[in-house]
């Protein structure tokens, strides 16, 4: 959506250093924005591609306002300003309200009249669509489930049941909440189901990514608290507590009944084991896990960076014969 | 459904210490249990909840019987007995048989009168739907599938083609069953997809976790036998054989032609290679994977504790540099 | 489809030893072959089944051609002839053309005369099917996407919006294409979504595995180059360029921003932290991440072999206690 330099400036509240008169309408990359583009300049690791941007306006720090070729937005936060600012120049195609023909609701569901509900949708028994809410093709929303205002579910979401959330969270495709949890006794005669009984429980301005799976609790609820962001194809197992702010990279695995602090940081494929509580500010590695309490915010790793694998091979024929070498050791010293 | 404590003694045969005609309708955990609550003691660590219970009754073991402030159901495995006296007190949502109108159903499948068929469910050619299944929304049954009696897709679930499972199985939503194994064959123009043309065989009573994928075999088919458990994100590739009542949590992977005991238990995200042979009774520890034969049942492990990132760096470092020490070493012995 | 092995021979030219007028119609493993069989004997490690098969031909190196007690085809690669000669065999399910009643299209969508669009499908506006593409049941496709000629979304599917492909692409079940990547900036009041405006951009002969996510770009586009394989349940994230004919196992996940060469292999649960290039040629083992820039084609590795769990703790326990060991090492130098 075209909007001047001047308005955006105005409705930020941030300098802009160029002509208030010139017109946004779209972004790109530093290297590829046109005369039209917004662009943004948040990691030094890029201000080489600075003199050369074609870009109607650069969102960047003061400090490197003079290598700035075209206008410039100046603040401390770059990269959350260019969120706020894309949001207006791209903005989110608008969903007309309504139940579409092919979409099966139950007699006892609820749906506000500005929700939409797209087409193959369903919706169960005594479930409730808040306002402004967009369900999009192909989701399943079971019984006894709130999608909270301003959600979205993008297409082919499973809610099972049981799962209440807040206003304004975001299911990417294929996410499915509210799944049993992984409820086992075993028998002699082999497993029996302990039956899942607890719902999940999610807080405002939640995002769940492609994928994911969050199951609903065996007896007391899962939850999700507000601002919680999980990124694609993460799991999340029953019973589990999820503090606010707490973001999880792809492919991050949390076991039963774990709770998490608020504001941790997991990044791609890490996780904790389950039953064990893990305090606020906590950031994990990449594909490490935490297998016990964590009482300390800081940083936590465990796994090896890739090397050439006659070079790797041989580490670990080191590493599998310490024994003997401490033992060559012991001799030595005696 | 609210019942007598007497009639769920008389019914699974357990010691009831207490008013036999006092009620119970739900259950809870021990600290959130309330008058009408079933609830039950199974592990030591919550010993201290048992004095302020406040619920109908306890399960718990003879010993500890003692501290039990409300009536006691007195048995050898209050988990396994829990899970049996809690799918009566909570049963499953009775599901009315029939097809749904907007369920699609070719003309060559066969669906028995008792089974249920949800909103959007499309079953394929020549596949058949057995006594009390219940087909939930959004799933896709492709041809020349057999679902056994009582089976349940929770709702989008995806079955391939060429899937035949016994009785009382449970496919929670997004899994995906008899989907291509990866099969390629390099050229000189590039890969070449290899036609996957077995199928995949289950047993009875296997539940199958949320958006798990289960590959049809390449020639011969896949197996998963009876009683299996996988819990959600789980990959199986071609041609693997599962052993009856092996148990697999979350995101655990098992390689192309692998074949898996009966009784063995993975632990979250652990798995093993491909083309080898894991006896019964194996238990793999999180995040582990087997690379070999394994011929003798145990517990095998392969994955560091996270700890806080400097010390982590620190023993990485010395890892690298063992070499060097075991050249230090050497020069001292001479 | 019952066919002989001299038309087998002519058509894709290799040498036939036995009656060119015997039929096969299937395939079957070597033991498990009957005498309308095809197979192949392309490892070394199935040698011992072949004296035994009662297939109606082999494909197998000239090598092994006097072992072969029925008719034989004699080709340097017979895993590759094996994937030839078997799509002909088994030729794939002929699927009609036209659009179900139950599928929705929207207006401003164009759909190929050849091209086959199955129950409950949903196809966004603006959006392209190409000649002869079949989109299977459940599947959903949002707007301003091109399906190429000759693709095949198997089932349930989700092209979720700005996903451009080329011609003859498979997609598995549960594939989510397009999804917002993992954008987020944090601010005083928690995070907010940073816009994840870029595509996703598929060449020719792509093939995705189930439950397989790409995210589309940020700004610019995520892009898979012609040939790709992924298997299932792998996570692409968002801005990832991979190259050519490379192949990924299933679970593997690249993070995002890093450039993958052409023609790699990352074997199961492997992966790449994001950022970085990797150089064509790369082979990566199982469960080990790249985390820094590769410019050298070779095999990397950085995982280790699960042994029995007390051996492991003893390794793990020496491995810890590195520091110490150096300690001692030094004073005896001294």
Same mark, same amino acid.
């Given at each position: ?24 309408n779209g972004?790109?990359?530093?290297p590829?924005a ?8 948040a ?18 720090r ?6 700035c ?11 959350a300003?260019?969120?706020?600012m ?12 309504g139940v ?5 609701v139950? =007699?006892?569901a609820?749906? %506000?009249?500005? #929700?939409?509900?797209?087409?193959? !949708?369903?919706v169960?028994e005594?479930s409730? @669509? $808040?306002?402004?809410?967009?369900i ?6 079971g019984?006894d ?5 301003n ?13 209440t ?7 990417h ?6 799944? =049993?949890?992984?409820?086992? %006794?075993?028998? #002699?005669?082999?497993?029996?189901? !302990?039956p899942?009984?607890?719902?999940v429980? @999610? $807080? ?6 492609a994928?994911t ?11 999700i608290?507000?601002g ?8 999340i197992?029953?019973?589990v ?13 949390i ?8 504001r941790?940081?997991?990044a791609?494929?890490?996780g ?7 305090c606020?500010d ?7 896990v935490?297998?016990k ?27 599998r014969?310490?024994g ?5 050791v012991k001799?030595l010293?005696?």
């Open positions: 959506m075209p909007i001047s330099l001047g308005e955006l400036a105005t409705r930020f509240g941030c300098e802009l250093i160029g002509d208030p008169d010139a017109v946004a972004v790109a990359s530093l590829n046109t005369p039209e583009s917004l662009t943004f300049l990691n030094s690791s890029h201000l080489t591609e600075l003199p050369s941007t074609q870009a109607a306006a650069v969102i960047l003061a400090q490197d306002a003079n290598a070729p075209v206008a410039a937005f100046i603040c401390d936060d770059p990269y300003m260019y969120a706020r894309a949001e207006v120049v791209c903005p989110e195609a608008r969903v007309e309200p579409h023909e092919t979409a099966v139950a =007699d006892s609820s749906v %506000a009249d500005s #929700a939409h509900i797209g087409a193959t !949708v369903v169960g005594r409730s @669509i $808040g306002e402004n809410a967009v999009g093709p192909g989701s399943v929303i019984p489930s709130v999608i909270g205002d959600c979205r579910l993008i297409a082919n979401v499973t809610i099972v049941k049981d799962v959330m807040g206003a304004r969270c975001i299911f495709p294929g996410a499915v909440i509210g799944s =049993d949890g992984f409820g086992n %006794a075993m028998t #002699a005669d082999g497993w029996i189901k !302990v899942q009984l607890g719902g429980r @999610i $807080g405002n301005d939640v995002e769940i990514g994928n799976t969050i199951d609903r609790g065996a007896i007391d609820d899962t939850v608290e507000d919680v962001r999980l990124d694609n194809l993460c799991m197992a029953h019973n507590h999820i503090g606010a702010h707490t973001a999880m990279a792809g492919m991050t695995g076991a039963g009944s774990t709770t998490i602090g608020k941790c940081l997991f791609g494929a890490s904790a084991v389950g039953h064990i509580n893990v606020d906590v950031i994990v590695a990449a594909r490490a935490l297998t309490d964590v009482t300390v915010p800081g940083t936590y790793a465990a796994s090896f960076a890739a090397v050439e694998t006659r070079s790797w091979a041989k580490q670990v024929a080191r590493f014969r310490l003997a070498l401490i033992e060559r001799k010293e005696r």
